[in-house]
């Protein structure tokens, strides 16, 4: 009976414990939800590592982690993923490239093109 007992507890903090970190989990990933919508409404911010942490209320080190492990990329490459979606959304849009760079972040329409082509494998006039 006591080892059926102990086998039953076993059980039960496995469940109890696993519960509590699916809860953590859902918080962590509303958190660095929060903090993408936040990036997303303000592409054209020169967002930081410690900014986006701030925002989680983690430290820079701990959000590296998490989004690695939620995202399974760095902070700053989601960052540039939100840019590079809403930068083709916008070029199909027919803006200009110029006027695309600075709306998503970028002075400097060369250094946008690069990085464009460097994210989708083609130029910002060829992905129109």
Known sequence: AGRLYAELITLFLTRELGAGREGQDAVIRHRLQEVWR???????HPW???ELAA????????????????????????????RMVRAREL???GLAVH??????????PFSFSTAFRRYWGA???ESR
């Open 38 to 44: 936040l990036v997303d409404a303000r592409l054209g």
């Open 99 to 108: 006027q695309v760079a600075a709306q998503v972040g970028y002075d400097n």
């Open 91 to 93: 070029l199909r849009q």
């Open 123 to 125: 130029s910002p006039r």
């Open 55 to 82: 925002h989680a209320c983690v430290s820079q080190t701990h959000l590296h982690r998490l989004v690695r492990q939620h995202c399974h990329i760095s902070p700053m490459a989601m960052v540039t993923r939100l």
């Open 48 to 50: 930081t590592v410690a």
